[in-house]
């Protein structure tokens, strides 16, 4: 999983290990007149496995012509600034709706980090996320935003596609390379946990906007994919393709049937904390420090199922919101 090579004539993943377990695949597409950067990392990325891959396969980085972010996150994103002084020809793409968050690190950490705060009692210490600040100085300005849909052309004969595939974040872009039916993913569908180097759970599937995500995953089973070569996860060959979306959807119905069920048995309207105390032993294997990940999927589930009129938001006796059937 953690290899780097060329997975289709001029498409190569590199591998890079932050957090000492975690993994993240970056991609570089090689044509014959064009180059694409398909993500920067960590800050330590670039220095650690970008550029020692393109010296491995002889490309000059002064010849990169593009970057895109696929998305606002700091494994995605935080290699920006190091990319951009040794490739300075480069310019930087990303979606209009991830945009800002990817232009400036404080904003994308403040506001991921404390949504669930004020509702919910969910959030990091304010120093442990300056910290993260403070270690990511990705804030490169963009010099394309995209809407998904546009065809950059690499070659005479080759053009690939920015495909929109929201739901992790509203702005989340793949890569679909029809030349070789393969799709650079990133984290367009999240399985039903994030890996880590070993392969093991190492977190919970943040998605966030549901029904984009439903819709994201419907539009990936309907591509022609051959290849998917997705951030954390290994690549997925031919059938296997279609088994890990179809496993990405299934793992969002059971956490929402679950919910749903939590819910309706609870005597009294139930928090987010208690839901991720009651539910985890039942969605997942990760541990227990990364338990509050649940947080995105589980109140996306809820917005989803309060829409349809099964469940309503009620103030707790501790002031956070709480949930409870609707009768």
Not at 298 to 324: H, N
Request: net charge negative; glycine share 8%.
């Amino acid at each position: 999983m953690i290899q780097s090579l060329e997975i289709a004539p001029g498409v190569h993943r590199i591998m890079s290990i932050f957090f000492d377990t975690r993994v993240v695949a970056c991609h570089l597409l090689i044509g014959a007149e064009r180059s694409l950067l398909v993500d920067t990392g960590m800050s330590h990325t670039p220095k650690k496995d970008l550029f020692p891959y393109f010296e491995k396969i002889g490309f000059d980085p002064d010849k990169l012509d593009y970057v895109l972010v696929t998305h606002s996150d700091i494994d995605h994103q935080c290699g920006n600034d190091v990319v951009k002084a040794r490739a300075p020809n480069a310019r930087f793409i990303a979606h209009n709706l991830d945009k800002p968050l990817i232009e400036s690190p404080r904003e994308l950490f403040f506001t991921r980090a404390y949504q669930f705060t004020e509702a919910h009692g969910i959030g990091p210490k304010a120093e442990a996320v300056q910290d993260t600040v403070d270690g990511c100085g990705c804030n490169v300005l963009m010099d394309y935003g995209i809407e998904g849909g546009e065809t950059p052309r690499l070659g005479p004969d080759w053009a690939v596609e920015l495909v929109h595939t929201p739901g992790h974040s509203w702005g989340h872009t793949g890569v679909y390379d029809p030349k070789n039916k393969l799709f650079i993913a990133a984290e367009s569908a999240l399985w039903n946990a994030i890996l880590d180097k070993e392969g093991q759970p190492a977190m919970p599937p943040t998605y966030y906007y549901v029904d984009a995500y439903l819709a994201t995953l419907a539009r990936l089973r309907s591509m022609d994919i051959a290849i998917y070569s997705p951030a954390h996860w290994p690549i997925q060959h031919g059938n296997e393709v279609g088994v890990f979306l179809d496993e990405s959807r299934n793992y969002v119905m059971r956490v929402e049937a679950l919910l749903l069920e939590v819910v309706r048995a609870a005597r009294e309207p139930i928090t987010l904390r208690q839901l991720i105390a009651d539910l985890k032993p039942r969605v997942g294997e990760w541990p227990a420090d990364q338990d509050e990940n649940l947080a995105p999927p589980f109140t996306g589930s809820l917005r989803r199922l309060e829409d349809r009129g099964y469940v309503e938001q009620v103030r707790g006796i501790d002031g956070f919101v709480a949930w409870r059937e609707v009768k």
